[in-house]
């Protein structure tokens, strides 16, 4: 395993907010991601909530932007935010659209080349970037997930494919079915190619409708969100499959709030205290 490299360290409420960067062997690239350690982390290790960012986003949206630190010094609570996607590769037309390529790799495992070269970022956050951050952060080995758009479509199939690792899942404005929508069809076609059965095991709806959830699902959503409103994020079509499947699903429709980090610091504070008691 490569050694990771201190990029930067600002102290915040009483912890401290970190980006690291190393070579990713999953990904073929040099990577960077963002840590935030509360003050109990100097004490004791500390349980470990992932956080999966939407299109066009880095490790670092969430944190300059989402407010969190406050309340996760308060819980002591770990933060790790990964890149959205590899960097570095510049393989044809991967820096011609927001949605596909660089900043949108859909946290999938890609078949088809060239993406399968550098795409492979469920492997990177659900393999390579945990043994990484465990072996060097004084965690518990407690861990909860959480994401936006189509990071929360991130958390959401990682928490599926993976029963029994996080204690809990939550996402904001999530791509809940991007097999059925402009967004996902683009992004798995191109990764996955054109079999649409392949699709299915990247979908939360089809996930939840094949084998299932022990956990409880928690989804906030902005009815003022313009791709909810054009049919992008379709929660209702996951509340369906899980009410189907009989899992617990809480789909909260928060009135006058788009698709922005304003909409998430509202929120996060809640997400915050209900993975904090799952991880107790």
């Not at 990964?82 to 900043?103: A, K, N, V, W």
């Not at 659900?126 to 959480?146: D, M, R, W, Y």
Request: proline share 6%.
């Amino acid at each position: 395993m490569s050694d990771i490299e201190l990029v930067s360290a600002t102290k915040s409420f009483g912890g401290w907010l970190k980006r690291y960067k190393h070579r990713s062997t999953v990904l073929n690239c040099e990577m960077i991601f963002a840590i935030y350690l509360p003050p109990a982390a100097e004490e004791h290790p500390v349980p470990l909530l992932w956080w999966l960012s939407g299109l066009t986003c880095t490790d670092e949206n969430f944190m300059q932007k989402a407010g969190a630190q406050r309340t996760a010094a308060e819980l002591g609570l770990a933060i790790v935010c990964p890149d959205t996607s590899p960097r570095g590769s510049d393989l044809p037309g991967e820096h011609d659209s927001y949605d596909f390529g660089s900043g949108a790799g859909f946290y999938v495992n890609a078949t088809q080349a060239p993406w399968n070269q550098h795409y492979r970022m469920y492997d990177y956050v659900t393999s390579e970037l945990p043994a990484l951050v465990s072996a060097h952060f004084p965690l518990n080995g407690k861990q909860a997930i959480s994401g936006h758009s189509m990071g929360g479509h991130g958390a959401l199939i990682c928490a599926l494919k993976n029963p029994g690792r996080y204690t809990s899942v939550s996402a904001f404005a999530p791509i809940c079915n991007p097999g059925q929508c402009p967004w996902g069809e683009k992004a798995l076609g191109g990764y996955l190619g054109d079999n649409r059965e392949l699709w299915r095991e990247w979908d939360s709806c089809e996930l939840i409708k094949a084998q299932g959830s022990d956990l409880p699902l928690l989804v906030d959503q902005g009815d003022a969100d313009n791709f909810y409103v054009d049919g992008q994020l379709r929660p209702e079509a996951l509340a369906a499959a899980c009410e189907e499947a009989s899992v617990p699903c809480t789909l909260r429709l928060r009135p006058g709030y788009d698709h922005s980090y304003f909409f998430i610091a509202s929120f996060i504070d809640e997400h915050l205290r209900y993975h904090a008691e799952k991880l107790q």
